[in-house]
């Protein structure tokens, strides 16, 4: 078990976040997506390419040490993720519709 000594300003930020009701994480949501596009969008192609290779690195190197576990967990997650995703395709007589299978409710929406 994890004996080290929780940090009082991460204590706080997860107490916060447990007492938000559903409007105030939804503005939350809205300001960090907002604050991150704009980051993004003023980001130059050197600090991109700098920034993704060290994304790939990092995940090249948690996927090198975790264990058997941690992988069939992983994959399972990134698994339903893809699922929840991708289209599925109809077909009303000959007309193909597509929509997406929401696998939490079991509805296409």
């Given at each position: 078990?994890?004996n080290?000594?929780t940090?009082?300003?991460?204590?706080r930020?997860?107490?916060?976040?447990?007492?938000?009701?559903?409007?105030?994480?939804?503005?939350?949501?809205v300001?960090?997506?907002?604050?991150k596009?704009?980051?993004?969008?003023?980001?130059?192609?050197?600090?991109?390419?700098?920034?993704?290779?060290?994304?790939?690195?990092?995940?090249?190197?948690?996927?090198?040490?975790?264990t058997?576990e941690?992988?069939?967990?992983r994959?399972?997650?990134?698994?339903?993720?893809?699922?929840?995703?991708?289209?599925?395709?109809i077909?009303i007589?000959?007309?193909?519709?597509?929509?997406?299978?929401?696998?939490?409710?079991?509805?296409f929406y």
């Amino acid at each position: 078990m994890n004996n080290q000594a929780t940090n009082p300003e991460t204590l706080r930020k997860r107490n916060s976040k447990n007492n938000e009701t559903t409007e105030q994480r939804q503005a939350h949501l809205v300001r960090e997506r907002e604050r991150k596009r704009q980051n993004r969008a003023s980001e130059t192609e050197e600090r991109r390419e700098t920034r993704r290779t060290s994304d790939r690195e990092r995940k090249k190197q948690r996927n090198s040490t975790e264990t058997t576990e941690e992988h069939v967990s992983r994959n399972s997650r990134e698994t339903e993720r893809k699922r929840e995703r991708t289209p599925s395709n109809i077909y009303i007589g000959n007309k193909k519709i597509q929509n997406f299978y929401n696998s939490s409710t079991q509805e296409f929406y």
